[in-house]
Structures are given as structure tokens and as C-alpha cells.
């Protein structure tokens, strides 16, 4: 199971930060990544944290200057950083994981998601 939060409303500029709790796996192992979907938009591939090892990978380039990918394990906890947030980027942001260590930026590839959080920018 995977449960997003710390999603809301900021304004342009500011910053969050998003957290993902998983249970019912061992976090250390999974690959566990963050998507986006803007509305009427197809969902995309933000950032991935690999199993075992941790590295992490980004998939957009319009955000892998101002967000980071990192992980607790020991709090089964997956977070995403976003600083400098713009109103496009307005959406419903989920965290993924998959059955395996290794990354992928394919969301088919991923065997469980959380509900989402909705992400709001505005001034």
C-alpha cells in the first residue's frame, strides 16, 4: 500500500514537499518512483529511487533542477522535493512502486500506486 500527502495550495514560487508511506513490502528493495497528471493530460514520469542502492533518476527536464527524489527506509517513506513550483504544474502527483529494484519511467511497469495528491499553484 502507498499514501501520498503533503500536497495543497502554494503559490508561484514556493516550495513542498510530498511524502509517500508504503506498508506491505520492504521499501529497500523497490524501485519507487513520482508521476504527475495534469487534467486532460496524459500522465508523466517525474523522478525514481532505486532499490538496494537508492540512485535516483529524473525523467523531465523541466524539473530536474528543482525536484528531488530521496528515501527513508527505515520510515518506509519515499519523498519528493519541489522547489520553485509554477502554475502549470497544477496536478495530481502519485508515487509508484514496482516488484523490482530497478527504475523505469514506463507506469505500466509499476505493480502498485497510491491514491494521489493534488498539488494546486496559484497566486
Known amino acids: 500500500q502507498l499514501v501520498e500527502s503533503g500536497g495543497g495550495l502554494v503559490q508561484p514560487g514556493e516550495s513542498l514537499r510530498l511524502s509517500c508511506a508504503t506498508s506491505g513490502f520492504t521499501l529497500a528493495a523497490n524501485a519507487v518512483g513520482w508521476f504527475r497528471q495534469v487534467p486532460g493530460k496524459k500522465r508523466e514520469a517525474l523522478s525514481c529511487t532505486r532499490g538496494i542502492t537508492g540512485r535516483t533518476y529524473d525523467y523531465l527536464v523541466a524539473t530536474k533542477d528543482r525536484f528531488s527524489i530521496s528515501r527513508d527506509n527505515a520510515k518506509n517513506t519515499v519523498y519528493l522535493q519541489m522547489n520553485s513550483l509554477e502554475p502549470e504544474e497544477t496536478a495530481v502527483y502519485y508515487c509508484?512502486?514496482?516488484?523490482?529494484?530497478?527504475?523505469?519511467?514506463?507506469?505500466?511497469?509499476?505493480?502498485?500506486w497510491g491514491q494521489g495528491t493534488q498539488v494546486t499553484i496559484s497566486s
Open positions: 509508484a512502486a514496482r516488484k523490482y529494484g530497478y527504475c523505469s519511467a514506463l507506469e505500466d511497469e509499476y505493480d502498485y
